[in-house]
T-cell receptor, first 114, second 114 residues
Framework: AQSVTQPDIHITVSEGASLELRCNYS??????LFWYVQSPGQGLQLLLK??????LVQGIKGFEAEFKRSQSSFNLRKPSVHWSDAAEYFC????????????FGQGTELSVKP | GAGVSQSPSNKVTEKGKDVELRCDPI?????LYWYRQSLGQGLEFLIY????????KSGLPSDRFSAERTGGSVSTLTIQRTQQEDSAVYLC????????????FGSGTRLTVV
């Protein structure tokens, strides 16, 4: 079945530590890939996106993500987390044959310890 | 406009009443999407418009839900005979191209059915 999986519902990291949020998808052809962030009471903000080309994508706020076709993964990383990064993170895919609609993972809530 | 505008930002309604939620996309964006975000269900696709046409309505939960878009711009999502399970945040997004252009989300309408 077509799906987007974020295995970690909640992650806690210490400020200054590195971060990796996992995302796996299951689609026949590589879809467009996105990471969004949502702070409490706020809308969704795009962190980065992958359509084609270089498999390491740089985004805003110091985030990057790496597309690995062999693993059907698009994991989000940040070398050093700041307290302001505490939020919910959503991986999303836009299958190429579905009119551009986004299919979201369940989200990963990130908490940052001082 | 500069961003995607949704109104009202909050709506409390009595069970059984009809509600209308409005989305004003970024000027020139041809694609418009509606999503619902609720506890336990994550972010669900509802419907998408390309211009004034809705090629994909597959996410509408029941026939109580309908949407229209006029002039290739403003869209209205209508929920008839609201039920408590309709309580959620309804998000709208627009895009200049289906998928490839990326998406800009509004801040959402929080609907509470009492």
């Amino acid at each position: 079945a077509q799906s987007v999986t974020q295995p970690d519902i909640h992650i806690t990291v210490s400020e200054g530590a590195s971060l990796e949020l996992r995302c796996n998808y299951s689609y026949g052809a590589t879809p467009y890939l996105f990471w969004y962030v949502q702070s409490p009471g706020q809308g969704l903000q795009l962190l980065l996106k992958y359509f084609s080309g270089d498999t390491l994508v740089q985004g805003i706020k110091g985030f990057e993500a790496e597309f690995k076709r062999s693993q059907s993964s698009f994991n989000l990383r940040k070398p050093s987390v700041h307290w302001s990064d505490a939020a919910e993170y959503f991986c999303a895919v836009a299958p190429l044959d579905q009119g551009g609609k986004l299919i979201f993972g369940q989200g990963t809530e990130l908490s940052v310890k001082p | 406009g500069a961003g995607v505008s949704q109104s009202p930002s909050n709506k409390v309604t009595e069970k059984g009443k009809d509600v209308e939620l409005r989305c004003d996309p970024i000027s020139g964006h041809t694609a418009l999407y509606w999503y619902r975000q609720s506890l336990g269900q994550g972010l669900e696709f509802l419907i998408y418009f390309q211009g004034n046409s809705a090629p994909d309505k597959s996410g509408l939960p029941s026939d109580r839900f309908s949407a229209e878009r006029t002039g290739g711009s403003v869209s209205t999502l209508t929920i008839q005979r609201t039920q408590q399970e309709d309580s959620a945040v309804y998000l709208c997004a627009s895009s200049s191209q289906t998928g490839a252009g990326g998406y800009t989300f509004g801040s959402g309408t929080r609907l509470t059915v009492v």
